[in-house]
């Protein structure tokens, strides 16, 4: 079983950054595509970012296409959220989440949450305006 820890969140100004992280622990997930997603409140969880195993795939929301960036280290077994140019509408509990069935996103429905078969607990974002 794989544990993710999700870190990197807080209260921040519009228009600025943030970097995210989410750390695996019980295995290496080095051959799982990951994921990142967001949930704010009252809303469904929608998805964030994906990433295919060795890192040089990636695919994003149109929603934070060309603010936030998502990479992985795997000999860190740690996958990134850069997040950039941060809105108020960006506030959430981001998670991460993996797939152990397939090792690219485009193997499947990335965007579907039902995809993912291990998630982290998530960390808060606040944008304020």
């Known amino acids: 079983q794989v544990q993710l820890v999700a870190s990197g969140g807080g209260l921040v100004q519009a228009g600025t950054s943030l970097r995210l992280s989410c750390a695996a622990s019980g295995r290496t997930f080095s051959g799982d595509a990951m994921a990142w997603f967001r949930q704010a409140p009252g809303k469904e969880r929608d998805f964030v970012a994906a990433?295919?195993?060795?890192?040089?795939?990636?695919y994003y929301a149109d929603s934070v296409k060309g603010r936030f960036t998502i990479s992985r280290d795997n000999a860190k077994n740690t996958v990134y959220l850069q997040m950039n140019s941060l809105k108020p509408e960006d506030t959430a509990v981001y998670s991460c989440?993996?797939?152990?069935?397939?090792?690219?996103?485009?193997?499947?429905?990335?965007?579907?949450?039902?995809?993912?078969?291990?998630w982290g607990q998530g960390t808060q974002v606040t944008v304020s305006s």
């Open positions: 990433i295919n195993w060795i890192g040089d795939s990636t």
């Open positions: 989440a993996g797939n152990t069935r397939y090792s690219r996103p485009s193997s499947y429905r990335y965007s579907d949450r039902r995809e993912y078969n291990y």
